[in-house]
């Protein structure tokens, strides 16, 4: 009863922000993601019936504040196998944690598939979508290589993720960490209290929508220009939506803005690259892989190294 599985972390392309239903996690509006290669978590499962208690280790060090998340979790596979075997989950995150880079995506991806195998339940990767997405929203896309949707759905079984493309072709994101710290406010929290406070959160599902229809035909043309500016809209019109919430929510730094700027400076010169952020400071530019290097290039005029990471497309989760 025992099984190990790595997840990588996606970015959306067209973001999730707020739900309908919180139990289930039903969410106001489907989304899509690019899952990444350089980004991902491993993580160990182990049942036993002589187990007197739940044990959570992240990077090798126990961890009691995240374990209650993931006894809860675990407990909606327990109750489908009708066991209350304890567990015990080793986890190690090549992600930073808690910083806008979706390590929560990778985490409850690796650890459901990982559950999934060592309790021979032998969901489908749809099937198990939708219990991963009630450990985290986004983890649903994290399943899948390539580009992912998640469709909002209207019930638990309804609300799940496929592989809409396998992203063979020129894409890549050029990830600018801004700062790796553990963010003040969750993704939960905040996009909670935008939807309870934000007088713009009610234009926000129906212009994900319609995003994300015209990011559908982007990405079957494979055009990367349009796939790009789609993307950077519906970005800044979520943070927008959260910054009108009340108290505001605002991830952006003075270092984000600055790289934003050289974002706008690169498609001055010519280059196709564009940008989106999530609940955090840090900012990923959609480019062609190709050309990952001379962004890159650009800006290490006004960034350090280990500032600025390319990453390609990354595969499904995969047991190891
Ligand atoms: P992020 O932007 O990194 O996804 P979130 O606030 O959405 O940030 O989620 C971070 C939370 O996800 C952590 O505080 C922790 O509760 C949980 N988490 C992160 N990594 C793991 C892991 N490897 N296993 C289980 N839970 C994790
Ligand atoms: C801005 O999936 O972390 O990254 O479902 O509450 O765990 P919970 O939220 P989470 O939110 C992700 C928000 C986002 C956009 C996205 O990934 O679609």
Known sequence: MKAKVRAHANIALIKYWGKEDEVLAIPNNSSLSLTLDKFYTETEVEFSSEFTSDEFYLNGVKDDATLSKVSNFTDLFRKLKGI???????????????????????????????????????????????YVRQGSGSATRSLYGGLVQWTKGNSHESSKAVRIDPANFDIGMVVVIVNSKEKKISSREGMKQTVLTSPFYPAWPSEAEKDLDLMKVAIKNQDLEAIGKIAENNALKMHAT?????PAIIYMEEKSMQAIRLVHELRAEGITAYFTMDAGPNVKIICQLSQAEVIKAKLLKEFNEEEIIVTGVGPDASII
């Open 84 to 130: 209350n075997d304890r567990v015990i989950v080793r986890s190690v995150n090549y992600v930073p944690t808690a910083a806008g880079l979706a390590s929560s995506a990778s985490a409850f991806a690796a650890l459901g598939k990982a559950i999934n195998v060592s309790l021979d339940l032998n969901l489908s990767d749809e099937e198990l979508s939708t």
């Open 242 to 246: 959260m910054m009108a919430a009340n």
